[in-house]
């Protein structure tokens, strides 16, 4: 399996060779939400980021399992040790129990994903069903001597660790400045240095979401689900992590150092990071108060919203930025991506109403190495959509009869247009996925008064071709005259 993709690897700071460890198999793990709330547009870009990585090591016929895990339990407030935890205190707040949280938060996010057409994860695994595997993995790093015990909790001591390996690889930080630079916090007293972190906490009396284990009545540290989940199902070694910029540290940079004291050796190879969505140059986020749902996008019910956008837009949105770039959240980048989507939806219509000649003048040859070189740069997809637009002028110069294409040529243009525009970018027009058969039957309704101007036209008749062209306008259908008979759609 012969091609030059490169990904952006965080570990090594530079662009790599994309090799799988056993092609044509990849293995593929991306952190996924923690269900306390609706997510919201930060949500997205790490869902569609690595949606796309997704689709395109399928469209190059690599076998994929891609796991995505729903954090439902360990991830406490402030991203901390200490605190309380995120889904426990939604419950709290709600009168409900945590998996009651859980269940309606995560078929929320579904809806959402489904709506920006991101496929589903070949696996799904959840913290909460994980919880023998994250004690036997604790274990295991005890056995090893990197972790400790402290009145019934577990951490991780990263002195020791660091002795032999490096804690901050990923990050670039150092020990020396952690150490001078972090101060003690309330309740880390347990602690031989502020900077360890918990693999398994022992639950305060009013916690509600425990188990049993060795060490105490307790529940795992959030960094532990990761570790756990991704060797359970994809092995000690495998090739891509991914995840937002927000969490390399201290989240990855804990699951790498996990994963080494429990397996003797650091677990992936690629560790890919999509940048984050900002507010005014802010990040957004639940924490921080200042974040847009995706159910208040696409119905437009937000004060910062002039409008509402479909979740193809918010998908175009963010594909035409790269994902290891900023992306800030303005009415006027989502009303600039609306159109851009429409150009590309307006040519895909286009396509149907092009008549083959007997030669071609496009150069499909040029635009399909192009793309290709796009993707395979670190998954270029501004690049992408740039010669995407090129190719759509070309197809709306084939339909109104500036240039020609050949029949098989034809063919190949709708092929390629549809492999990168809906296979690889996942766009999609939301309006044909929602026709009613009245729609098809209004379209249908237009075409044959469209037919009668063309007959009155060729008869001269221009008084009624006028009229039916005019009323058509008044409702909203715009009709352009081409050589080869016309082309309508609606304003």
Known sequence: MSHNLELYNSLTRKKERFEPLNPPHVGLYVCGPTVYGDAHLGHARPAITFDLLFRYLQHRNYKVRYVR???????????????????????????????EV?????????????????????????????????????????????????????????????????YGILSGRKLEDMLSNTRELDGQQ???????????????????????????DGFPGWHM??????????????????????????HHECEIAQSTAANGKESVRYWMHNNMITINGQKMGKSLGNFITLDELFAGNHQLLAQEYTPMTVRFFILQAHYRSTLDFSNQALQAAEKGLQRLLNAQEALLQIKPGTNTSVDLDTFEKKAYEALDDDLNSPILIAHLFDLSKSINNLATGKETITEIDL???????NSFVVDILGLRNDKSSTSTDDEHLSSELI????????????????????????????????????????EWKMA
């Open 411 to 417: 063919s190949r243009m709708k092929d390629l247009f």
């Open 69 to 99: 895990n729903i954090t439902d339990v360990g991830h406490l407030e402030n991203d901390a040790d200490e605190g309380e935890d995120k889904i426990a205190k939604k419950a709290r707040l709600e009168e409900l129990e945590p998996m």
């Open 102 to 166: 859980v269940e309606h938060y995560t078929h929320h996010y579904h809806q959402n994903m489904d709506a920006l057409n991101v496929k589903r994860p070949s696996i799904e695994p959840r913290a909460s069903g994980h919880i023998i595997e994250q004690q036997q993995m604790v274990g295991k790093i005890m056995e090893a001597g990197y972790a400790y015990e402290k009145n019934g909790s577990i951490y991780f001591d990263v002195e020791a660790y660091n002795q032999k390996h490096e």
């Open 225 to 250: 689900e990761c570790s756990a989940m991704s060797t359970k199902y994809l092995g000690e070694s495998f090739d891509i992590h991914g995840g937002g910029m927000d969490l390399l540290f201290p």
């Open 447 to 486: 075409d044959v008064l469209l037919q009668v101007r063309l007959e009155a036209k060729n008869n001269n008749d221009f008084a009624t071709s006028d009229k039916i062209r005019d009323k058509l306008k008044a409702i909203g259908v715009v009709v352009k005259d081409t050589p080869n008979g016309y």
């Open 190 to 216: 347990e602690k031989k240095n502020p900077f360890d972190f918990a693999l398994w906490k022992k639950a305060t009396p009013e916690h509600i979401m425990r188990w049993p284990s060795e060490w105490s």
